[in-house]
């Protein structure tokens, strides 16, 4: 199981730091609980990539592994929301392309799971969401479980607008 968790990190969110920092944790065990339960924890890859003005990723690697002391969030910066979630759905797309081919030979297939927090409000680089949003339809149309949490905003309404189904937002 693969799952990227992406985090606006910019200066709009600062006031939420506290409260996605505990949803993070909250996710994070709630995984590590079903992998566990699912006998996959050993298989289950957490990747946890920020971006504001630039993006970074902050973890990867085994979930269970994960340590939320060594996370914390600090928020400043600009919103790069398009862009950074555009390059972070084309490395999930790149990674069950090759598991589609271990499929083909009979290895069982894994799952994908991409998050999305942010208070929606892209300020830098590309101005329209269009190839984030074909982006995640594609992801969503191979299996790809997205998921849109919105801060501040009406979720259902822009995770649709961004491609993510209403039921996922």
């Known amino acids: 199981t693969y799952i990227?968790?992406?985090?606006?990190?910019?200066a709009s969110m600062t006031e939420l730091s506290l409260a996605v920092e505990d949803g993070l944790e909250r996710f994070v065990k709630d995984q590590v609980s079903i992998a566990k339960d699912e006998n996959r924890l050993d298989t289950t890859n957490f990747k946890l990539v920020e971006f504001n003005t630039n993006k970074k990723i902050r973890f990867n690697g085994p979930i269970d592994k994960f340590?939320?002391?060594?996370?914390?969030?600090?928020?400043?910066?600009l919103t790069r929301l398009f862009d950074s979630v555009s390059e972070e759905v084309e490395t999930i797309l790149k990674k069950i392309k090759g598991k589609k081919e271990l499929q083909s030979l009979g290895v069982s297939p894994s799952k994908a799971v991409?998050?999305?927090?942010?208070?929606?409000?892209?300020?830098l680089g590309s101005p329209y969401p269009t190839q984030m949003r074909g982006l995640i339809e594609k992801a969503r149309s191979k299996g790809v479980i997205c998921t849109f949490m919105g801060a501040n905003q009406d979720a259902c309404e822009t995770g649709v607008e961004y491609g993510f189904a209403q039921d996922a937002s």
Do not use: A, K, P, W
């Open 114 to 123: 991409l998050v999305v927090m942010t208070d929606g409000e892209n300020n």
């Open 67 to 77: 340590n939320f002391e060594d996370h914390r969030i600090r928020c400043d910066g």
């Open 4 to 10: 990227q968790y992406i985090i606006d990190t910019s």
